[in-house]
């Protein structure tokens, strides 16, 4: 056999052995979505963003979604944030929506469809585990009295999902 039918060969295993994570290549090239569910009794404004693309600012009214769909890459997309700001209880929460590798959210909270649910609610912001059906919490709501001010300040993300 020649060296170029090997390689392909061991890719071709590699990409459907569903055991390895050893394939990182094989995670991009596919559609993603971020779901943001407002459970508030209140609006929002919602800003998501990688380092290579802004959604903008988006107002999300109470008992509405917000959908963020996205093809996976390498880079820059890899990791999307997004911020929430709270305008009328003065607070805002910033996270890590989706990130390409970390195992546990993909594989737990986002699924084989990779939709990525994150609920807003009083308490905090909860993800949605595919696996168990539950909401886990990911990111509290911190004050911000600035709030009023500036709805997207872009301050630095903290870890959603803590180990």
């Known amino acids: 056999m020649n060296l170029c039918l ?17 394939a990182p290549f094989f995670k991009v090239f596919r559609r993603a979505h971020i779901h943001i569910i407002n459970h508030l009794d209140r609006p929002v ?19 509405t979604t917000y959908d963020v769909p996205f093809i996976t890459h ?17 607070q805002q929460s910033t996270f890590t929506a989706y990130n390409l590798w970390d195992n546990r959210l993909l ?9 990525c649910e994150w ?13 168990n059906g539950k909401y886990t919490f990911g990111s509290k709501w911190v004050h911000d009295p600035w709030a009023h001010m500036n709805p997207s300040n872009n301050i630095a993300p903290d870890q959603a999902i803590q180990n």
């Open 74 to 90: 390498y880079w820059p997309s890899a990791k999307y944030f997004c911020e929430i700001e709270d305008v009328r209880k003065k």
């Open 45 to 63: 404004y919602v800003n998501c963003f990688t380092l290579g693309y802004d959604y903008g600012l988006q107002y999300l009214p109470e008992d």
């Open 119 to 131: 609920v807003l609610k009083d308490g905090g912001i909860w993800i949605h585990n595919v696996k």
């Open 107 to 115: 594989d737990d909270y986002c699924g084989s469809f990779r939709v």
């Open 6 to 22: 090997k390689f392909s060969l061991v890719l071709f295993i590699i990409a459907f052995d569903s055991s390895t994570y050893a």
